[in-house]
């Protein structure tokens, strides 16, 4: 096989494994996916990557040696950096811009030794006491910068688990990215009409939220709860295998069901459940299993937001829902006992290939500060190579 200019995106998740190659103009030439079974077992993992891998090889008749991944995990986390420098006289932006996001770095490398910065998000500019949501002009000047960024970051062993099933792959990971994070970060561009827009992505067994203002991503977290969670509590509160629950969590999908505490049994649910595992459960029941997790997610996804008054006054915020976990909302309305007033909620409908268009896209325009910081970790790789060694 020939040696290829191609660029591809794997999305490594917990249910699915997704795959794209994109050629030198952009045009994505070959999309595959696989199912995971045994979620828990990153060896099911290997081997449905090698597969996927060697099955694309032979479709496009070439080697794949270095990919971009995307990848969700319940232990994403964010912090938040201020940078603040005061000048005796005028200073250029750019003369100073690069250094303050050295800095921030520096100060995450020091303190969290053990974690891996994936994204740097700067969130907002103070120029001279004045605010600004985009950078200033190079050649503008300033006596005075508060820069505010957010770090996204993932526990170093986790990383290098990940690493290392690609390296006995004989895969190069060129870039590791926040799965949900890239998604959000390609669909905003549906939703510019909002002021406050609220993602949140329900995964297996983790959910993860990112709530922007006017664009700018304002809060991020990841909760340990996702969509399996729901499968649990069917079958411990219905007295049911686990198999018989996911089908039956399956079933409600476009159901047009309406998810409320006070309502009547749904004899034509209760009809096509029997069907599906040849017992009679209460449907009133079911659902009222289904809402409390659901509620619960969302609570526990909003937890500590701390701007949920901006979000109640807001004359047009919209709360998206994505990922396996929330096809539950899709066409069924849920009454939820949520203290967040979203005026709209709304589930959105993803491909596979989206997901990786999302990705290839992302890759292409990655931040100049995560290029910095990149290419400055590279130079002083004995520091960082210092702090790993003592986080072990």
């Keep these: 096989m020939k040696q290829n200019n191609y660029s591809t995106i794997i999305d490594f998740g917990s249910d699915n494994l997704r795959l794209s190659v994109f050629n030198r103009d952009s045009k994505n030439i ?3 996916s696989q199912q995971i079974v045994d979620k828990n077992n990153f060896e099911e993992h290997s081997k449905t990557l090698n597969f996927l891998i060697r099955n694309t090889e032979k479709k496009i008749a070439s080697h794949l040696e270095s990919i971009v991944v995307l990848y969700d995990n319940k232990d994403f986390f964010s912090v938040d950096i ?53 950078k200033i002009k190079d050649e503008d000047k300033l006596n005075s910068i508060v820069i505010e960024i957010k770090f996204i970051c993932i526990n170093w062993n986790i990383y290098n688990k990940i690493l290392n099933i690609f390296k006995n792959n004989n895969l190069q990971i060129l870039n590791m990215y926040c799965s949900s994070y890239v998604k959000f970060f390609s669909y905003i561009n549906s939703f510019k009409e909002y ?3 609220t993602f949140l992505d329900i995964g297996w067994e983790r959910s993860t939220i990112i709530s922007y203002n006017k664009n700018q991503p304002i809060y991020f977290n990841t909760i340990s709860i996702g969509g399996n969670h729901v499968t649990k509590d069917i079958s411990k ?28 049994n749904l004899e034509g649910k209760k009809n096509l459940i029997k069907e599906i595992i040849g017992k009679d459960i209460s449907t009133d029941l079911l659902r009222k299993v289904v809402l409390a997790r659901v509620e619960e997610i969302i609570n526990l996804a909003f937890k500590d937001m701390p701007f949920s008054k ?44 989206e997901i990786c268009n999302a990705g290839y896209f992302y890759n292409r325009i990655e ?15 004995f520091f960082e190579k210092f702090f790993n060694l003592f986080s072990k």
């Design 237 to 264: 509160i219905l007295n049911l295998n686990l198999s018989d629950s996911e089908k039956i969590k399956k079933s409600f999908n476009k159901s047009e069901i309406e998810f409320s505490f006070y309502q009547e």
């Design 30 to 32: 070959f999309s595959s």
């Design 82 to 134: 201020s940078i603040k420098k005061t000048f005796d006289q005028p200073i250029l932006f750019k003369d100073i811009y690069f250094s303050l996001i050295r800095e921030a770095n520096l100060l995450i490398i020091n303190n969290y030794a053990k974690d891996k910065v994936i994204h740097l998000v700067p969130i907002k500019y103070i120029i001279d006491g004045k605010d600004y949501f985009k």
């Design 367 to 381: 931040s100049q500060e995560m290029k910095f910081i990149k290419k400055n970790n590279k130079k002083t790789g």
């Design 195 to 197: 002021n406050y827009l």
């Design 310 to 353: 901006d979000l109640k006054n807001s004359p047009n915020s919209t709360l998206v829902l994505t990922g396996n976990g929330s096809h539950l909302f899709n066409e069924n309305s849920f009454h939820l006992n949520i203290e967040y007033d979203f005026k709209e909620i709304s589930f959105y409908e993803e491909s596979d290939s």
